[in-house]
């Protein structure tokens, strides 16, 4: 087989995938053909954000693409689609990636660097990996690491034992300070949030998703330090010097989104960004209560 003409094919598939992102600010299409066809990726844009079940955020600020996806199969094509670093203390971190590809990936998918192995294996106390969320997307936890600058390389395979691979880089040069933060939802969905501010932090956050380190937010509000400086910080004790804030789960929502019967994780978090507020380069999740509807 000709590998060059293989990769060619590649490059204009991830090609496509940066036209579209560019052309449309809020939605992103590919189609396939016999071999499937892609989620819709809806990016945040709005200051409360779109419901997003079933997409993630693509973040181009967070990653980019080193080389063009090689593939045994010129038919299966596979890409990296975003992911943001989660922070687990000031200088601990571990790379969490979306992978797409047009047909499902029945045999899974792995990421390594040349510095740590990264094995798609369980860490103690968080998420399972590898979180298979549609047949053509694989959500994937890296091993936690000290250092996560690098060159990333995602293999995929599927039903009929083809591989396909595809090189990302990706580089967190600062972390944020530990974020202290207290979180309570009653029954009813009102929300009341204290919030400490932290070193280096862009923006905090009070989001809904289903599972801890889940690329889906349901909904989503944000408030940057000159925001929380606009309330006045707690008195008395056990928050003294927190900034409180009062909202309700429907503040979370667009105003065409409905928020799906269910559990919910209602989660304080705190982000360095991109060249916005949605762009997490790196995301640290605090306190969380639940709320069901």
Sequence with gaps: MKKNHYQLKSCLFFCIVLFFCESSQCEMKICGDNH???KTIKQLK???ILNLKQYVILLVAAFAMTSCLDSDDPDFQFIGGGGYIIQVTPTTFFPMIAAYANEPMTNG????NGKTNVSLTDIEGYQKMGVQTDPNMQQMLATELTDVTGQYTLEATNSEGKTAQTWMSLSASKGMGKLDAKIECSDDGKITAYFKLAEEVDYYYIFLQKDSYD???YGLKYWSETDLKKVTPETE????DYYKLSLNVSDLLSSSAELAAGRYR???AAAITGTSYGDFVVLQEGDYDTYTK
């Design 36 to 38: 499937g066809i892609f």
């Design 46 to 48: 709005m200051k409360t």
């Design 109 to 112: 998918c792995k990421i390594s």
């Design 215 to 217: 690329f889906t937010k």
């Design 237 to 240: 004790e056990p928050y003294k």
């Design 266 to 268: 209602v989660v304080a």
